[in-house]
């Protein structure tokens, strides 16, 4: 019994050493969901053929949208902006943190407000702009009138780039549990029109995973004018965690960690059987990681915005991509073998492919998902804030495996078969 009872004592003393996942806190759910946009059907006013000479009606189905659609996609109970007003709304909610580099959903507004008026208090991070002066966000700034709300302008001062960061932290009233929203979207059209990823996690306030939110939040709130003061506060704060980071998903924020989320990608693209990836942008490490590994012969699909296709067409920027940009991209990967296809967005009204992630899928056919709100470029890993994400829960790379394979092989469309004309509905 005294043997017995000591290897009890043993286990209790050393449970904090064993490794947890994500899954094993309680509470835990992990939902993902893609904007996969209600669009309406917009015909061409003339003839339209493609390169391979086929002729077209009209752009493609819930692919190219108009603002004129947001109605009907957020309407859906799961479409993501449905659920972050149900998250924001709930009576149970007692603080909310959010940073992003751009806010100005109306109905997002409107939820922050209800939720402002309920008692609710909010902190938030936003982009303050490039200029000396900084660029006050009007939407934000009108919350104030609702209730107890905190802005918080950061970057581009201090050797720090954008404030590109897009986290939602709400804390219930239990004091037990977070929930985490992190996405490759803003609280703009990236709720509704723009073709996005959002991940919508529960979990204990206890967990690796929620601490270590609860300390960017702190770090940039009170630490981010430069990146050393940011640096030095984010590593202290994660320092006095208690827990140990969960063994199936790592976080990583820029710029502090940016060097490890890139030896990461880096090392399992390198082992991976193949990779299936999309970014708005794409240059620097990543891009020449890639090349190296198409002159390797690495199986890779990536999906692009068809402001990239045109771009390098016409010789001039499209939308919110450039000529310089479009050129590296051809000249580097798409002509050294990259399987590519382009989402036909409307670039009249900088509707945009902007999810950011990359699948990888190893010899054993297990998977991982490297994801968040940077875009693939240098930038992203060593100047901006940043928040990124390197998963292996199995339901969430299936659930990034079958959207992967809704935007390969229905939304999106192959070099031959886009228009010969560059011609908007």
Not at 26 to 36: A, C, G, I, M, S
Request: with cysteine.
């Amino acid at each position: 019994m005294k043997f017995i009872f000591s290897i009890l004592l043993f286990l209790f003393v050393c449970s904090d050493s064993f490794a947890m996942k994500l899954s094993d806190y309680r509470p835990y759910k992990f939902e993902v969901l893609f904007t996969n946009p209600v669009c309406a059907t917009y015909a061409y006013d003339r003839v339209v053929t493609t390169h391979s000479g086929q002729t077209l009606d009209s752009k493609p189905d819930d692919v190219y949208c108009k603002p004129s659609d947001e109605a009907a996609s957020v309407a859906r109970k799961n479409s993501p902006q449905f659920r972050l007003i149900e998250w924001i709304t709930s009576s149970d909610v007692k603080e909310i943190h959010a940073a992003y580099l751009s806010f100005s959903s109306k109905n997002i507004v409107n939820a922050m407000c209800t939720a402002l008026k309920n008692g609710v208090r909010i902190k938030m991070v936003l982009d303050g702009g490039e200029g000396p002066e900084v660029s006050v966000n009007k939407d934000a700034e009108g919350l104030k009138k609702c209730g107890d709300i905190s802005i918080t302008y950061r970057g581009s001062t201090g050797g720090l780039g954008y404030a590109h960061n897009k986290i939602l932290l709400v804390q219930l009233k239990d004091s037990l549990t977070a929930k985490i929203v992190f996405s490759s979207g803003n609280m703009t059209s990236g709720t509704s029109i723009n073709h996005e990823n959002w991940n919508f996690v529960t979990t204990s306030i206890e967990s690796f995973f929620a601490q270590t939110h609860f300390c960017v939040f702190d770090s940039m709130i009170q630490s981010g004018d430069t990146k050393a003061h940011f640096r030095d506060a984010l590593n202290l704060c994660r320092s006095k965690i208690k827990t140990s980071p969960e063994t199936d998903i790592s976080v990583y924020f820029s710029p502090v960690d940016g060097k490890e989320a890139l030896d990461q990608v880096t090392k399992v693209s390198k082992i991976s059987k193949n990779i299936e990836a999309m970014s708005h942008r794409l240059s620097g490490a990543l891009s020449a990681l890639f090349s190296e590994l198409l002159m390797a012969k690495k199986d890779i699909k990536f999906i692009l915005d068809d402001d990239i296709f045109w771009a390098e067409k016409l010789k001039k920027d499209v939308g919110r991509n450039s000529k310089i940009e479009a050129f590296r991209i051809y000249n580097e990967l798409i002509n050294k073998g990259m399987n590519t296809r382009f989402l036909q967005t409307n670039q009249n009204v900088y509707q945009l492919q902007h999810n950011k992630f990359m699948i990888f899928t190893f010899e054993n056919n297990k998977g991982a998902v490297f994801n968040g709100a940077g875009n693939m470029t240098t930038a992203a890993f060593t100047k901006n804030f940043e928040n990124f994400y390197y998963i292996t829960i199995p339901e969430v790379v299936d659930a990034y495996n079958k959207q992967y394979d809704l935007y390969f092989e229905k939304m999106a469309t192959k070099p031959e078969n886009m228009p010969r004309d560059y011609v908007l509905p």
